[in-house]
């Protein structure tokens, strides 16, 4: 086919156009209006000031100030002008009356979309000044913190005042190095014994992934099938590991570090390998320390004696924690002891996943670092501490509960918890039993058993 001449071409782009303008004023004339001229602007203008005039308002430009919100003022953004004209002139006239009562009606809609507005903005400021008063607390607490505790911190960590930011929560920016501190290193770990093991792992891993059948020395005394199986489930954890976050996972940023750690403890801890729990502890400490750091702090974490009788699933001393715990149980919320000893509710059904994981699976992520920090600095009874104040928090929904529902519930605790409500709650907590402290309790427990044990020929097994 042959191109159209230009001419051709610029008529027919003419007739379109023509037939376009006509759809328009078409389209206008269905709503009552003429379509926009060149004096469109001219009538726009005319329009908004007899508004204005009905309306009592001055007839004036808005100022470029006005369009910034102070004092919560608020104008509703609705097509005022167009609601209160009259009805199209190809249409009947509204009656007074109606008319009178259609304006009521938005003026009526105007004040209650203003009251929410207002209402909305006061929450949005209030929201906006507590962030600026968190944020200009946390910075206040960094510089005291990396200015006057940590440069002296054998002085000074114990003193009052620092463990009165202690409890307030540590600053992200300095909790690694917090942590580090207030584990300790007893076991005298370094960089290069991380290296030593961290290398052991991959040549395990390669040859299990090879079919081979070498055998450390000091692995020995475990079969290959038991290892195998600690590194299937590792593999396994790890992409259970906090999945909403997604990087722990296959492809993730922090994959390889949260294997290596693990891997790495498997082979300086045979004798304890990898248990599930330890994939959460492992992940906390990546996010807050470097890689071998975080090594060091999670192999003297696990050493503790709470930690090491929940890894190695010493069920004697287990028990004994159980005990202890009931003691104060019973002390801080009678009622609630009650109803959990009428229901056969015993600690380990939700005890065992908070002490393994640290909390960090059953609470938020922040509030489960809120409570490593202060775990950090009072140890293992923090960690039943924590758990009297959660039970205390929720004893009026708990006491109305049947066994299952309480399991339930305690094994999937709201995601939505408030940190200060818990903290608050925990700091109602009396961790003395007549005149005696956790440890003395769990001491006088242990000695209590130790007795039994040797009394007893059934109990020796």
Known sequence: MWPLPWCVRNLLARKQNARLDKQNDLGWKLFGKVPLRENAQKESKKIQK????????????PSPKQNVRKHLDFEPLSTTALILEDRPANLPAKPAEEAQKHRQQYEEMV?????????????????????????????NAVLTWNNEILPNWETMW????????????????????????????????????????????????RCFSTGGSEVEN???????????????????????????LCIFQQGGPYHDMLHSILGAYTCYRPDVGYVQGMSFI????????????????????????????????????????FAAFEVFFEENLPKLF?????????????????????????????????VWDVFCRDGEEFLFRTALGLLKLFEDILTKMDFIHIAQFLTRLPEDLPAEELFASIATVQMQSRNKKWAQVLTALQKDSREMEKGSPSLRH
């Not at 209650?112 to 200009?136: G, I």
């Not at 890689?291 to 974490?301: C, E, P, Q, V």
């Not at 059904?349 to 992520?365: G, H, Q």
């Open 50 to 61: 007899e508004y204005e005039d009905k309306a009592g308002r001055p007839s004036r430009p």
């Open 158 to 205: 114990c003193s009052r005042k620092v463990r009165d930011l202690w409890w307030q929560g540590i600053p992200p920016s300095v909790r690694g190095k917090v942590w580090s501190l207030a584990i300790g290193n007893e076991l005298n770990i370094t960089h290069e014994l991380f290296d030593i093991c961290l290398a052991r792992a991959k040549e395990r891993w």
């Open 111 to 139: 004040v209650q979309a203003k009251k929410r507005e207002l209402k909305e903005a006061q929450r949005r400021k209030k929201q906006l000044e507590e962030r600026c008063r968190l944020e200009e607390s946390i910075g």
């Open 282 to 321: 492992a992940a906390v400490l990546i996010l807050n320390l470097d890689t071998a750091d975080a090594f060091i702090a999670f192999s003297n974490l696990l050493n503790k004696p709470c930690q090491m009788a929940f890894f190695r699933v010493d069920h004697g001393l287990m028990l004994t924690y």
């Open 218 to 244: 000091e692995d020995a005394g475990f079969s290959a099938a038991d290892r195998e199986a600690s590194l299937e489930l590792i593999k396994l954890d790890i992409s259970r590991t906090f999945p909403n």
């Open 338 to 370: 009650a109803h959990f000893k009428k229901n056969n509710l015993t600690p380990d059904i939700y005890l065992i996943d908070w002490i393994f994981t640290l909390y960090s699976k059953s609470l938020p992520l922040d509030l489960a670092c809120r």
